[in-house]
C-alpha cells in the first residue's frame, strides 16, 4: 500500500467520524445510557486514544496526549455504565481538540517517516479499529431515534419486477475449498491485510448445499409474524424460548388483578399502526419496504423463521464459500465479484442505502454461485459458534477475537452501516445471539435431501 492510499484512508475516517459527532446537538451527545451503545463522544476519545496505544506509544515511545485521561477512554478500564458520567470527560470541544491532535500527528507520522510492514499494519490496524466505532455511531443513532448519519438516503428506490429467478437458490457442488486469510500474528501481511480470527486459511471438504440467492425479505418474514411465529413455540429452541422470555414485556390488563405475559411478535422497530406494518427508521416511521431485507433480528429470530420455513442457516464455512468459491490452486479473490474494492454498485455500506434497497438490487456484486448482497446491507447470520481456526495465534491486539470465543454467533458479509474499507468476505464478526440492535439479518439452505 502506498502512502496516499493510506493517508486518503486516514482523512475518511477522520471525516465520517467527525461528520457523525459534530451533526448532534449538545442535547443530543448526552445520549440516554442503553446498554447496546456507547456515548459518542466516548466513542470519539476511546478511538483517538487506540491511535496513541499502539502507533505512538508502541512504536514511538511517546507519552499520551492526556495520562490522566488514558484509563478512561480505555474499554478495559472503565465499565460500561460509567462512560456516560459526564463529569469524568470532557465536553465536545476539548474532544475534538483531542481527536484532531491525534489525526494531525498521524498524518505527519505517515507522511515524514519511512514505514515498514510491521508500522504499516499497525497503522492500518488502528484505522480499521476506528471504522468499526463509526459503524456502531451509525446503530447508535438507529438505537435512540436520532436523525439519520449525513449522506444517507432513505428514499424507496422501486420495486425490482426481474428477481423471479432468484427465487432459485443456488446449489454449490461437492468438493474441498478454502477458508480464510493467510499468515499469522508474526506475518505483518500488507496486501492481504486480516485480523487473527481470519487466519490462517485452510482447506475444507463440504457435501453439496442449496442456499437462497437473496436475504430474506420484509415481506417474507411479514408471512412468519402474521402466522403467529412468535407465538409457536416448536419453532423456537430452548436458547431461542428464554430469549423471548427475557424479552417479555409485563403489562397490566385492564380488570385483572394479576399481570400477564406479552411476548415480543415482530423485529425489532417494526409495529402494527392503522393496518398497516411501519419501520422505524432512525427518526421517522415508515411504511414497511416489503422489497428490502429484515433486519435487527436476533439469531433466535433467524432460527425460529427458518424452522417455520422448513429450511435452515449456512454455516460460515458454507456461507463463505457460497459467496467467495475459492479452491486449491485456483486464484484468490477477497469479495464475490473478484478483487476489486467494494464500491456503490457492488454493495450497500457505508452508511448510504441504510439497507432499504429490495434484495434483488446490487447483481454487480453477485458471487460466482449467484448469490446476491453477501457484502454490505446486513450481517448474516450463520449457524456456527465464534470459535477460532486450527492454527489461530493471538494478534497485536489480544482482545480482537478472544473474548468473544466460545459464547458468540459469527455473522458474515458487512452490513449498511459497515465502512466499504474493513470488510472482505473472510471478514468474521461476532455477535451475541441475542443482539437485535445492530444491522443483522439471514439468508437461508434448503434442508438436507430437501
Excluded at 457505508?350 to 429490495?358: E, F, L, R, V
Aim: with cysteine; hydrophobic share 35%.
Amino acid at each position: 500500500m502506498q502512502k496516499a492510499e493510506l493517508l486518503a484512508e486516514l482523512a475518511l475516517t477522520r471525516q465520517r467520524t467527525r461528520e457523525l459527532i459534530t451533526s448532534l446537538d449538545n442535547q443530543q451527545l448526552d445520549v440516554p445510557y442503553h446498554p447496546g451503545v456507547n456515548p459518542p463522544l466516548w466513542e470519539m476519545g476511546h478511538a483517538a486514544f487506540f491511535y496513541e496505544v499502539f502507533v505512538f506509544n508502541l512504536l514511538d515511545g511517546d507519552v499520551s496526549f492526556d495520562p490522566a485521561m488514558d484509563e478512561l477512554w480505555d474499554s478495559f478500564h472503565i465499565d460500561h455504565k460509567d462512560r456516560w458520567r459526564r463529569d469524568l470527560f470532557p465536553g465536545l470541544e476539548s474532544t475534538l481538540a483531542y481527536f484532531d491532535h491525534v489525526y494531525d500527528k498521524m498524518a505527519e507520522r505517515i507522511e515524514r517517516r519511512p514505514l515498514s510492514d510491521r508500522e504499516l499494519y499497525l497503522c492500518r490496524y488502528a484505522i480499521f479499529h476506528q471504522n468499526m466505532h463509526i459503524e456502531s455511531l451509525v446503530w447508535c443513532r438507529q438505537t435512540v431515534g436520532y436523525a439519520p448519519p449525513p449522506g444517507a438516503n432513505l428514499s424507496r428506490p422501486a420495486a425490482n419486477s426481474s428477481n423471479e429467478p432468484l427465487k432459485q437458490d443456488a446449489v454449490v457442488p461437492a468438493g474441498r475449498w478454502l477458508i480464510g486469510m493467510p499468515g499469522d500474528s508474526s506475518q505483518y501481511a500488507t496486501a492481504d491485510f486480516a485480523f487473527d480470527s481470519e487466519k490462517p486459511r485452510h482447506g475444507v471438504s463440504l457435501d453439496e448445499f442449496a442456499i437462497a440467492r437473496c436475504l430474506v425479505s420484509n415481506q417474507e418474514f411479514m408471512a412468519f409474524v402474521e402466522d403467529g411465529g412468535y407465538r409457536k413455540p416448536e419453532l423456537w429452541s430452548f436458547g431461542g424460548q428464554k430469549w423471548l422470555r427475557a424479552e417479555t414485556d409485563i403489562a397490566l390488563v385492564h380488570g385483572e388483578a394479576e399481570p400477564i405475559l406479552v411476548v415480543p411478535r415482530h423485529p425489532l422497530y417494526w409495529r402494527r399502526q392503522d393496518g398497516q406494518w411501519q419501520e422505524r427508521l432512525f427518526d421517522q416511521w415508515q411504511l414497511l419496504n416489503p422489497d428490502a431485507p429484515v433486519t435487527h433480528v436476533s439469531y433466535w429470530e433467524a432460527e425460529a423463521y427458518c424452522r417455520w420455513a422448513g429450511r435452515r442457516l449456512p454455516t460460515e464455512q458454507e456461507w463463505e464459500v457460497a459467496a467467495l468459491g475459492n479452491r486449491p490452486g485456483e486464484p484468490f479473490q477477497r469479495y464475490p465479484w473478484g478483487n476489486e474494492q467494494p464500491g456503490p454498485v457492488h454493495a450497500d455500506m457505508n452508511a448510504s442505502g441504510m439497507a432499504q434497497n429490495p434484495v434483488a438490487d446490487y447483481p454487480a456484486g453477485d458471487s460466482p454461485f449467484g448469490c446476491r448482497q453477501m457484502i454490505g446491507t446486513v450481517w448474516e447470520w450463520t449457524s456456527s459458534q465464534f470459535f477460532p481456526y486450527d492454527g489461530f495465534r493471538i494478534d497485536m491486539y489480544p482482545f480482537m477475537s478472544t473474548l468473544q470465543f466460545g459464547d458468540h454467533k459469527v455473522s458474515r458479509g458487512g452490513s449498511c452501516a459497515t465502512s466499504s474499507s474493513l470488510i472482505r468476505g473472510t471478514y468474521r464478526q461476532a455477535y451475541l445471539p441475542q443482539r437485535n440492535d445492530v444491522y443483522t439479518g439471514f439468508r437461508t439452505c434448503a434442508l438436507p435431501g430437501g
